[in-house]
């Protein structure tokens, strides 16, 4: 899997968007980007993932560049209950562990 | 919305006594995962299962580790003798088996106490 490196921790204000990125330079042409976040001790919960094309859901939108070596999370109105530790997990399709490394913890102000 | 539950929440344990952590995943899922956090460290991967065989474990599966799925509806994690180091939160998770992507959903943890 791919290494990926994502800063310790930021800050945002509550309302605003929050624009948490990630780099993994190492990533091979059938690794996913995943995002996934822990509030708390609370079991990790999925966020959004995605290949090559830009994606977004009702949590968040993932932006990967065109080569792939980074990739950012948005938050679009970030609340103070979107408070958490933040991951980017590389994943090989067919590979079922996720490798968890330390995140970026979020902190949403108010 | 469907979603992986775990009982107990809380578990507290003698040193050297066995546990059986549960798991109900979610119902159409066919894969199923457990992971550890000891307090203030990453989540690690222990082991994966599918089809009734462990498909994928760590070096942190060990002997002392095993799983099973002894009906429909629930997984388990047992722990034959447990050390100090085994406290932790332990997550249980599942996904459904797709073509090409490998989305798990965690259930809540159980906190595993060892006195």
């Known amino acids: 899997d791919a290494k990926t490196t994502q800063p310790t921790s930021m800050d945002c204000a509550e309302g605003r968007a929050a624009n948490l990125p990630c780099n993994h330079s190492t990533i091979s042409g059938n690794e996913y980007v995943y995002w996934y976040r822990q509030i708390h001790s609370q079991g990790p919960q999925y966020i959004i993932h995605g290949l090559k094309n830009n994606e977004t859901n009702e949590m968040a939108s993932l932006i990967i560049t065109e080569d792939r070596k980074s990739s950012t999370l948005i938050l679009p109105h970030a609340t103070l209950r979107d408070t958490a530790v933040y991951y980017c997990i590389g994943v090989f399709t067919g590979r079922r562990a996720l490798t968890f490394g330390s995140g970026t913890r979020l902190q949403v102000q108010p | 919305e469907p979603e992986v539950t775990q009982t107990p929440s809380h578990q507290v344990t003698q040193m050297g006594q066995e546990v059986i952590l549960r798991c109900v995943p979610i119902?159409?899922?066919?894969?199923f995962y457990w992971y550890r956090q000891i307090l203030g460290q990453k989540v690690e991967f222990l082991v994966s299962f599918y089809n009734n065989e462990i498909s994928e474990k760590s070096e942190i599966f060990d002997d002392q580790f095993s799983v099973e799925r002894p009906d429909g509806s629930n997984f388990t994690l047992k722990i034959r003798s447990t050390k100090l180091e085994d406290s932790a939160m332990y997550f249980c998770?599942?996904?459904?088996?797709?073509?090409?992507?490998?989305?798990?959903?965690f259930g809540p943890g159980t906190r595993l106490t060892v006195l």
């Open positions: 119902s159409n899922h066919l894969y």
């Open positions: 998770a599942s996904s459904v088996l797709p073509p090409n992507t490998d989305t798990q959903y």
